[in-house]
Nanobody, 117 residues
């Protein structure tokens, strides 16, 4: 079992920044990769960013490349999503998610990011 708790969401103006955090517990954090997803109102959940177990490899959806940065601190069991130059279309609930662990993935409950124009 892995428990994930996101934090750091809020209301920000377009062009602003937020840093999301996702604290993990229950399994050795460095044993699995981590991802961020988001779900905007009325839309399906979409992949945002991924980071490997060591943090050495990252991937992003094209719409956030150059603006968002995923990172992790394995000593703190935490993954981050630094979001800069936010746009109204980034408004969504952001979820962190684990890679498959023994055939299962785990999700947090999400944190709401609202970007005003």
């Amino acid at each position: 079992q892995v428990q994930l708790v996101e934090s750091g969401g809020g209301l920000v103006q377009a062009g602003g920044s937020l840093r999301l955090s996702c604290a993990a517990s229950g399994r050795t954090f460095s044993d699995y990769g981590m991802n961020w997803f988001r779900q905007a109102p009325g839309k399906e959940r979409e992949f945002v960013a991924a980071i490997s177990r060591s943090g050495g490899t990252t991937n992003y959806v094209d719409s956030v490349k150059g603006r968002f940065t995923i990172s992790r601190d394995n000593a703190k069991n935490t993954v981050y999503l630094q979001m800069n130059n936010l746009k109204p279309e980034d408004t969504a609930v952001y979820y962190c998610n684990t890679d498959h662990i023994d055939g299962m993935t785990y999700w947090g409950k999400g944190t709401l990011v609202t970007v005003s124009s």
